[in-house]
T-cell receptor, first 112, second 116 residues
């Protein structure tokens, strides 16, 4: 049983560029979550999918952010026109109904 | 108001001793779940223990136990027989609502340092 996999582990980019992250959940999990964690803080919820349906989005998810889970398996999170404030660790988690969420190792984004 | 409050930014404990990490929560929902996660310096979030609001018994998982005091809205994590590998950030989190409830709300964490 492989865990939640995230790619890349680290991303460094210039301000204004677009970035895309990928998350592969645990295979039998139908729920997938994205969180953002800044230095010294706990993770903050961004969005949540059940199968391919995006059921909830945080107000933190500005119009520059978009997430997809087209076939109900892996998910992508895209940030357009990155800003300095987007620098953070982006965490993906998956679960089944009412089970604990299991997290991936995260993608650390640094904006130059 | 903060939904999850962890008042201890840092804690020290000697190896083999027990330590309690504090967590208080705020919700008006009668159905909720409380979680503790460990985050080592490598960054991954590791699930430790879960307590449901309707659970009658305090949750235990190996050396971890959750001291759940519903009336006081507290869910403290107790780690017994601390090991050097327990040094990490510890986060308390809450999921509100039952059924299709989704997101977790996290506290700001407590950094635990286990010393020889």
């Amino acid at each position: 049983d492989t865990g939640v996999s995230q790619d890349p582990r680290h991303k460094i980019t210039k301000r204004g560029q677009n970035v895309t992250f990928r998350c592969d959940p645990i295979s039998e999990h139908n729920r997938l979550y994205w969180y953002r964690q800044t230095l010294g803080q706990g993770p903050e919820f961004l969005t949540y999918f059940q199968n391919e349906a995006q059921l909830e989005k945080s107000r933190l998810l500005s119009d520059r952010f978009s997430a997809e889970r087209p076939k109900g398996s892996f998910s992508t999170l895209e940030i357009q026109r990155t800003e300095q404030g987007d620098s953070a660790m982006y965490l993906c988690a998956s679960s089944n109904h009412n089970q604990p969420q299991h997290f991936g190792d995260g993608t650390r984004l640094s904006i130059l | 108001a903060q939904k999850i409050t962890q008042t201890q930014p840092g804690m020290f404990v000697q190896e083999k001793e027990a330590v309690t990490l504090d967590c208080t929560y705020d919700t008006s929902d009668p159905s909720y779940g409380l979680f503790w996660y460990k985050q080592p310096s490598s960054g991954e979030m590791i699930f430790l223990i879960y307590q449901g609001s309707y659970d009658q018994q305090n949750a235990t998982e190996g050396r971890y136990s959750l001291n759940f005091q519903k009336a006081r809205k507290s869910a403290n994590l107790v780690i017994s027989a601390s090991q050097l590998g327990d040094s990490a950030m510890y986060f308390c989190a809450m999921r509100e609502g039952g059924g299709t409830a989704s997101k977790l709300t996290f506290g700001t964490g407590t950094r635990l340092q286990v010393t020889l």
